[in-house]
């Protein structure tokens, strides 16, 4: 559907042109001044100039000519040449019932793009962490917005399972369990189906393994050389990593589901090791790639460049790869296997470096077609009230799980502070409004920025909050089932400016969320909400809905809530939640 802004500019344009004047002049904007008009347009003080007329001639002979317009109404001509003017109500209405019976709020689609979103990037066997959060939170929401417009989107979980931390669990294992069969070198028979560790053992293992690391350097090395022997196949290592992997996923399948975030392809860093070599003797064949202190190394600074970008290493002196060599890898292997239009990789924007490194290589080597777009949507940092990265209150490293309880544990204290509910319908929606406050909180910041993380503040039913959105939900599903009719299908004239006002922010969807698409902000949908909540609140307090005597009146109140709804579930779908039937 065209979008309002462009409709009412166009009907400017018109009277402009009618008038003797370029078209072009009749660009509009919603107005700055509220109080005195929705919209205006300054087109009669650019003109002047050119046609060597005052402005306020312009503007007097264009608000004329505009008295007998359908889609604008109120047309003031204001010195020294603005032209300042509202919506026609019928228009409006005729506007908006169009689009509620087009798909999807009759937002503009594009053509469709293949698009594979890099989010989440847990690591197996350590517990998720506030960290991994942003990702999934925010990878999620761009995922089903850019969805929503039409894309092919396949999401990658895109699993760290390839590093140091393997071999450090390994060692550590062996250490616990020296006769377990996989450390058994004469061994040639089938090993275990059973994993020999359960999820909690392996993450208690971790933290055990990389702590003893750090001060015990013969365990160390221990640790380096079976990182190298499974990275070298070996058998019963092989089996163990099999095992690691499997328990891991699980729980990490469970936690994210907890979360509402799902992805289409669990790929992980060790299924782009096949394709390191190729690509390594294709960027030397290519004169790219050459020995710098025994690593090898491809230069990958511009002269445009204001901050130094290093080398990229490719493979180091003792020949293994690193972190770089397997995005690279999976670059190949995403291209061979989805040729997609865009990657995007949604990861702390502290590894901005990496990614630039990253991405010039792939350029450089073509590692993708050159209209490919790689882009880096880096996040800043969940902090504390302190200012500090996100810490338990003893300091450590808060983990996913004892966050998301600790959110739904204040829920639920306040569902049972207001009114009597049932201890489990209370669990129930406290594990629904959690995931709100934890959402929105998140996703109404612009995701570059940090933010502080303050349970008080997000889980609050008032302000600028995931429950206070779903709190207006709730509270327009309740009108609705107390209306207890078949929903009216056509929203009538406005007859109140907080009625008008709802209505002409209920017009912003498409606009807004194309902005959202295009630059992957989730916070512009956010704030779109909180206004169009905010909206919906000021009509309800001022407006009898359900007493109103005027039936039409009535039925039109009801269809304009129940779209409202509608979009306003629209849109918390795209950030990743939902709401509840009762409050
Ligand atoms: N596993 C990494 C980490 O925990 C994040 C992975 C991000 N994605 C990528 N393609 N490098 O830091």
Redesign the pocket.
């Known amino acids: 559907m065209e979008k309002l802004l462009s409709i009412i500019s166009r009907e400017i344009g018109d009277a402009f042109e009618a008038c003797g004047y370029e078209r072009e002049l009749g660009r509009v904007t919603v107005s700055n001044r509220p109080d005195l008009c929705e919209h205006q347009c300054n087109g009669a003080m650019a003109g002047a100039k050119k046609y060597h007329k005052a402005p306020f001639m312009i503007a007097d002979e264009v608000a004329e000519k505009l008295q007998s317009s359908k889609v604008v109404k109120d047309v003031a001509s204001v010195k020294p040449g603005f032209l300042n003017f509202n919506l026609d109500n019928e228009y409006l209405a005729s506007y908006i019932n169009q689009m509620k019976t087009s798909k999807k709020h009759g937002i503009e689609l594009s053509a469709p793009e293949k698009i594979v979103i890099?989010?989440?990037?847990?690591?197996v066997a350590k517990p998720l962490h506030v960290?991994?959060l942003r990702?999934a939170i925010i990878g999620e929401s761009v995922k089903r917005i850019l969805r929503y417009a039409g894309n092919e989107v396949i999401g990658d979980a895109?699993?760290?399972d390839w590093g140091l931390q393997m071999g450090l669990i390994i060692t550590e294992l062996k250490e616990r369990k020296p006769d377990l069969v996989y450390f058994d070198h004469e061994y040639t028979g089938e090993y275990p189906k059973e994993a020999p560790f359960t999820i909690s053992e392996l993450e208690e293992i971790y933290p055990c393994a990389s702590g003893k690391a750090k001060v015990d350097e013969e365990f160390a090395k221990r640790a380096h050389d079976a990182t190298v022997m499974l990275q070298n196949k070996d058998r019963g290592y092989t089996a163990i990593w099999n095992h690691i992997l499997k328990v891991s996923i699980e729980d990490l399948q469970k936690n994210y589901s907890k979360l509402d975030v799902h992805f289409d392809l669990w790929k992980k860093?060790s299924d782009a090791q096949p394709y390191i070599p190729d690509m390594v003797q294709m960027l030397k064949d290519k004169g790219l790639a050459y020995i710098s202190n025994g690593a090898l190394v491809v230069d990958v600074a511009k002269p445009e460049d204001t901050k130094e970008v290093p080398p990229c290493i490719i493979l180091k002196s003792d020949g293994a790869s690193l972190?770089q060599t397997?995005?690279l890898a999976?670059i190949v292997e995403r291209e061979k296997l989805f040729k997609p239009n865009r990657i995007i990789?949604?990861?702390?924007k502290r590894?901005e470096m990496?990614?630039t490194q990253v991405f010039r290589v792939s350029r450089l080597a073509e590692l993708v077609p050159e209209d490919t777009k790689l882009q880096f949507l880096g996040f800043g940092t969940m902090n504390g009230k302190d200012g500090k990265p996100f810490k338990t209150r003893q300091g450590g490293v808060m983990r996913l799980e004892h966050l998301i309880r600790d959110i739904n544990d204040a829920v639920y204290d306040k569902i049972m502070a207001s009114r009597d509910e049932d201890e489990e319908t209370a669990r129930e929606n406290a594990k629904i409004i959690g995931l709100s406050a934890i959402k929105y909180g998140d996703l109404s910041n612009q995701a570059s920025k940090d933010y502080v993380f303050d349970v008080d503040r997000f889980t609050s039913f008032e302000g600028n909050t995931g429950p206070y959105i779903l709190y207006t939900i709730v509270r327009i599903k309740s009108i609705l089932k107390k209306f207890g009719q078949e929903i009216p299908t056509a929203i009538t004239v406005p007859d109140g400016a907080a009625q008008k006002a709802l209505m002409l922010d209920m017009t912003r969807f498409a606009d807004v969320f194309a902005q959202a698409s295009a630059e992957y902000a989730p916070h512009k949908l956010c704030a779109y909400i909180y206004d169009l909540a905010n909206d919906f609140n000021r009509f309800y307090h001022e407006t009898k809905i359900l007493a109103e005597e005027d039936q039409d009146k009535k039925k039109g109140y009801i269809a304009l809530i129940s779209y409202c709804k509608d979009i306003l579930e629209t849109c918390i779908e795209l950030l990743g939640f939902s709401a509840p039937e009762k409050m």
């Open positions: 890099d989010y989440g990037g847990p690591n960290g991994h990702s895109h699993l760290g860093e972190y397997t995005d999976t990789y949604v990861v702390d590894q990496h990614f």
